[in-house]
């Protein structure tokens, strides 16, 4: 049986299959501290539960029962700078260190949802820096390649995923520290909107801009574990109420803006830039618009988060360590958070000013794309290069990142094809706050196509089961079948208002379809028949009820909301056209909807 267990994988999908089958938790956890010990890397762990602790917690559990403990069994690992109860909180500052009395507010939502906490991993000190490298304690050795760097700060957190110790592990992210290291050891890496994970229970780096991000083997792992941890905590004060609907499939027509030729920066990797070009290329064929940007003002945000003014917030976070024990933080720490030190009170005004002039000039390309896809990192570093130089490399891994919490985005690194040279393919997902859905549901599917096996343990991808999507309580059903699907111009009427993609389907065939006179832009009319009515291709989007009135507020006569049937018999609303309004209209049934309407034009 031992044999068998040090073949499986622990990603969700795989071992909760296994648990129906009989499996039992306290097997998976021995089978945890065996890879432990065989990986020989005391890097990983700072603290390390005992096993008959960790068991003990496991026969507590409740009957095996996914669908109200989904995370039931799953072990799983906690960066230091995240307190679980009863053990030490670090921040990879022994002096700092402090045992924690209670689990922080998403360390018991996780624990709640029946996953079993293994321990705590090691980082960068207090999450500065985005090598993995900045430590007291041993470095942890990059899961694929033990030269390389392993990526921080969530260093610890990203090798056990990757090595398959645990099914996932937390990190937190305010640079780039849940997606760096993520690229590195070829995992996922989700960093959520801001305030849609507690940040109570953690230190922080800087507080204005710090999320706890996941790291897993797959995408819908990811999703699994952000959908037990995005509870609105209202005694944190950044906290704000998430999205978190169950796992869907991507809009068939997105549009992906993408750094442009002339402003992509890879630092002379030809490797990292022809496996970008090929991500491009395989978003392309999925039926994507792929559109290029000048990503210069994206840049200029990413250098205030270190030559500006939350650089005093990383001081305001160890202030008291630095009064009272300065030598117990490493040099290179204190370099970096002494820069705060030459700041004063009208820099921080100036910064903010500057960072809102720049978020103007990139709120264009974000109102015209779904959603923004870029390098993880422009390249790779070894250990060997940051001792020549601790503070270059660990910028410029940071390219792609640093700017995205300053914007408000959320993001998520996708594990992609080996480059040419074998390293980890790897792309990072971006979109506006809330949209965090849109991209698991892209990312699944471009982890799918890509194929990757799952870090650095070998096993395939498990199968996608990503059913349709239904509605949550709080949300309506809407049918849409012209210029409101999704890459047509309507669109950001429901995104703007976070509706989301549910399913592409046909209504029954009881309707004509014509091209109502006017515009722009051009819109359909779908009236109800007794006799020669066809089906109609529409897609579902559900859109919060507290929304619902100012989107009918924007559709003009002579439509109006009534119920369409679907081709499989179910009921849902839509936009039905007066009998009036079709006088002037052309009929385009026979095109069978209005996509293949436009491509007749």
Known sequence: MTGDLGQLSFDIVTLQAAYAAGLAPAQVVAEAYRRIAAAEDPGIFITLRPMDEVLAEVLALPPFDPARHPLW????????NIDLAGQPTTAACPAFGHVAADDAFAVAALRQ???????????????????????????????????????????????????????????????????????????????PTLGAISA?????????????????????????????????????????????????APPPSLTIAVPDTASRLFFGDAAQAASFEATLEMLRKSGARVTEVDFTPFYDVARMLYDGAWVAERRVAIDAMLARDPDAILPVTRQIV?????????????????????????APILSKADLLCVPTIPTFYTVADLVADPVGPNARLGTYTNFVNLLDLCGLAVPVAPRSDGRPGSVTLLATAGRDALLAAVGTSLQGTAGAPLGATGCPLPPPCVPPAGPMPDEMTLVVM?????????????????????????????????????????????????????????????LPRTEVGGFLAEIPAPLGLGTLELADG???????????????ATDISHHGGWRAYLASR
């Open 338 to 362: 002494g820069h705060a030190d030459t700041l004063s009170a009208a820099d921080a005004f100036r910064g903010f000013y500057r960072l809102a002039e720049l978020k103007r000039q990139v």
């Open 200 to 248: 109570s229970g953690v230190v922080p780096a800087c507080r204005t801009l710090d999320t706890i991000s996941i790291f897993a083997l797959t995408v819908p792992d990811a999703w699994t574990v952000y959908r037990a941890a995005a509870r609105f905590d209202p005694a944190d004060a950044y906290a704000r109420p998430a999205v978190a609907p169950p796992l869907g």
């Open 73 to 80: 069994g799953l072990p799983f690992a906690i960066k230091d």
């Open 482 to 542: 012209g210029a409101h699907m999704s890459g047509l111009p309507l669109n950001t009427q429901l995104t703007a208002r976070r509706g989301r993609f549910l399913e592409a389907t046909h209504t029954a065939p009881a309707y004509r379809f014509y091209a109502l006179a006017g515009g722009p832009p051009a819109r359909p009319g779908l009236l109800r028949v007794t006799q020669g009515g066809v089906a109609i291709a529409v897609e579902l989007w559900a």
């Open 113 to 191: 949802a029946g996953a079993i906490a293994l321990g705590k991993t090691n980082l960068d000190q207090f999450a500065t820096g985005l090598v993995g490298v900045r430590t007291p304690y041993p470095v942890p050795r990059n899961a694929i390649d033990p030269a390389i760097v392993p990526g921080g700060s969530s260093s610890g957190s990203a090798v056990a995923v990757a090595r398959g110790i645990v099914s996932f592990a937390l990190g937190t992210d305010t640079a780039g520290s849940g997606r760096v290291p993520a690229a590195l050891n070829n995992i996922v890496g989700l960093k």
């Open 570 to 584: 179910r009921t849902a609303k839509g936009f039905l056209v007066e009998a009036s309004g079709t006088e002037g």
